[in-house]
């Protein structure tokens, strides 16, 4: 469940990038963020995954607010909630498995284990085979699929990912989109932030529109 009561969001003495937002979201639902650039998608996903704190209001995710969590409740943030950025930040000098493995060297799992885990992971979005390649190695579709691997080895409840096919052709972005409807099959709660009509056209069923400030919570996708 994730659920936003009055927040505002603004960075400094700016304007408020969001204002007086509320909504909820069950568990299990799949959710697009939608609005042009510089509407507030990431600022929005950013206050979910608990990496930018609201300026008023409150942010609850699965029953824990994340605006009043102290620093060391941090960690159980970062399992409950995958997050896939715009920047994928994958490691550029270390193997594929090896950005996959890293969520996991700070959980004490076992070695073995860990790689069956990330093994696992990478296999669940089709990239058997390519463990041992360097990311510079692999497509954009590839490693935008890398960057969800590494989202969901620790298994988190929520996934939310920021513009995850911006940058690819249609078949890669196809290929992204059944990934997350995979997950989201299985009971993961999905956040997608993307201004693509198109994709949002196909595969929305509920969309959280930013744009210019105001705020809707719409049915399918916006028209
Ligand atoms: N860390 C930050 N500091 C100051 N301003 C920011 C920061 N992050 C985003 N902004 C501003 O907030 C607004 C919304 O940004 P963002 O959430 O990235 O929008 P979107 O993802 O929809 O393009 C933009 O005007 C952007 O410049
Ligand atoms: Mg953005």
Do not use: C, W
């Amino acid at each position: 469940m994730i659920e936003f009561q009055h927040v505002f969001k603004s960075y400094g003495r700016s304007r408020n990038i969001l204002a007086d937002i509320n909504f909820r979201i069950e568990p299990g639902e799949f959710i697009f963020v939608s609005g042009p650039s510089g509407a507030g998608k990431s600022t929005l996903l950013k206050l979910i995954g608990g990496l930018e704190p609201p300026s008023r209001g409150s942010v609850h995710v699965n029953g824990h607010r994340v605006d009043k969590m102290p620093r060391r409740a941090a960690p159980y943030l970062r399992r409950a909630v995958g997050v896939i950025l715009q920047d994928m930040h994958l490691l550029q000098d270390r193997k594929a498995i090896d950005n996959v493995l890293l969520p996991l060297a700070v959980t004490g799992l076992e070695t073995r284990l860990a790689n069956t885990r990330a093994r696992a992971a990478m296999e669940k979005v089709g990239l058997s085979g390519k463990e041992d390649l360097y990311p510079v190695e692999m497509s954009g579709g590839e490693q935008q699929r890398l960057a969800i691997a590494r989202a969901i080895v620790n298994r988190p409840a929520i996934l939310i990912a920021d513009e995850p096919t911006a940058n690819l052709d249609e078949e890669s972005a196809r290929r992204i989109m059944q990934v997350f409807r995979d997950f989201n099959r299985v009971g993961v709660t999905t956040l997608i932030a993307s201004h693509d009509r198109a994709l949002m056209a196909a595969y929305a069923t509920r969309t959280l529109r930013i744009d210019a400030g105001r705020f809707s919570d719409i049915k399918g996708v916006h028209p």
